[in-house]
């Protein structure tokens, strides 16, 4: 059972995160979680803070020679504004008078933060509440990524659409067609949508969404939008359907879910499927060489809360970012009245970002049910027990049905 726990604010000394239950003996490297975070902070239409920082993960713990020990992995992500911060986090005595923030922003986690847990300063709760937080589950994510790789498992993302500017192709009819090349990864998604600034497929695509975001600039708003994360290389069989928690749809929807200002995830075709006549829906089975296939992917790679050994194909919907230039309506607790709501420093979009922690996250879940699944204390363990798996998979099938033909 692996798990993971991140702590810090969004302007403390430093983030960090817990990791437990990996087998020992995989290879991580430094540069690989940096890469990651690094992705994390691309996209046009992020804030200033994006370039006063570039994160680093410093590992304190768990790994030796590059190599997991298959004890707790902590890791640190420093924040390099913090001398600008002291006076206003310190976990010391107050030392300087630090002004109260008092004005909600609608959207944001401002009124709920303070009414739940009795503070009077709205600070307390911007601090945990802010996506800062997901910089330490992007480290401690890539060691779930890292350890999917040892089985060829993939993973990637892009963005469908921004502030409703979807593009001409529809590349996700391509994914439930299973209309893929045959060296088709996850990854190779990231690959070309890392390229753009908006993380979309098409140039002429992406010029559309940056002048679309300019133009939200302009009027001090902000947006939001959908966007498609994949895995690729899966076996069969990772997930099941003997309980609400061993579904391994229910376990990505959660993840991806928790993600802040994720508003909805659908797997496979999702909300579509609903339209459509069953005979359009489902995913005709075939036999293949080495097993069974399906002629289609609507059903994302799931079906009955178990890995198909198709594609995971998880699309998710983020909304517009809460703090607006141009605010709406609030109420001031200081004085009861209504005003504007605050402005502080921000995103204007930063779905290329909560994409690239969907690929996160996702690793998380599908490395949880992996390693369900086959356990093991060391990798060389996990790969024996992997092997042994897939290669008397097709056998124990034929040998089962044997005599019923
Ligand atoms: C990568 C990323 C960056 C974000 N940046 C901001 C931001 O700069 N300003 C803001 O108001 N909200 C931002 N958000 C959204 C808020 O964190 C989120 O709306 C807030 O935590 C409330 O949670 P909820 O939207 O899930 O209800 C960001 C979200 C993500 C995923």
């Given at each position: ?399 089962n049905f044997k005599n019923k033909r």
């Amino acid at each position: 059972m692996i798990r993971f726990l991140t702590a810090g604010e969004s302007h403390g000394k430093a983030l960090t995160a817990l990791v437990e239950g990996f087998p020992s003996n995989l290879k991580i490297e430094n540069e690989y979680i940096n890469f990651h975070l690094k992705r994390r902070q691309m996209g046009y239409g992020r804030g200033q803070r994006m370039k006063i920082e570039t994160d680093t993960a410093e590992i304190l713990s768990g790994i030796r020679f590059q190599k997991t020990l298959g004890t707790p992995i902590s890791l640190l992500v420093k924040n390099r504004d913090w001398d600008n911060w002291v006076e206003k986090m310190t976990s010391d005595k107050r030392k300087a008078k630090v002004e109260k923030i008092t004005i909600p922003r609608p959207g944001h986690a401002d009124l709920v933060g303070i009414s739940k847990y009795n503070f009077n300063d709205i600070r307390n709760s911007i601090e945990r509440s802010s996506a800062r937080e997901t910089a330490a589950r992007v480290a401690a994510c890539s060691i779930a990524r890292r350890f999917l790789e040892e089985f060829g498992i993939s993973i990637g993302s892009f963005v469908e659409s921004i502030g409703g500017i979807f593009p001409k192709k529809n590349y996700s009819e391509k994914l439930f067609n299973n209309d893929l090349p045959k060296n088709f990864t996850g990854w190779s998604l990231s690959e070309l949508s890392d390229k753009s600034d908006v993380r979309v497929l098409e140039k002429e695509h992406e010029l559309k969404i940056i002048n679309k975001i300019k133009t939200a600039k302009k009027r001090g708003d902000t947006l939001g939008g959908t966007f498609y994360t994949v895995a690729t290389g899966l076996p069969v069989g990772l997930g099941s359907f003997i309980q609400y928690d061993t579904k391994l749809d229910a376990e990505i929807a959660q993840s991806i879910m928790s993600i802040n200002a994720v508003k909805a995830v659908s797997i496979g075709t999702g909300y579509e499927a609903a339209e459509k006549f069953g005979s359009e829906s489902h995913d005709e089975i075939i036999k293949t060489k080495e097993g069974f296939s399906r002629k289609t992917n609507r059903a994302g790679g799931i079906e009955g809360g178990t890995s198909t050994g198709l594609p995971i194909i998880v699309k998710a919907a983020m909304k517009p970012i809460a703090t607006l230039m141009s605010p709406i309506e609030s109420v001031d607790l200081a004085t009861m009245k209504s005003v504007d709501a605050r402005r502080e420093r921000s995103d204007f979009v930063a779905v290329p970002a909560c994409a690239v922690i969907a690929e996160s996250m996702l690793a998380w879940s599908i490395a949880k049910f992996f390693l369900d699944k086959f356990g093991g204390n060391s990798i060389e363990e996990t790969k024996d027990n992997y092997r042994n798996y897939i290669k008397k998979l097709n056998n124990r099938i034929k040998s089962n049905f044997k005599n019923k033909r």
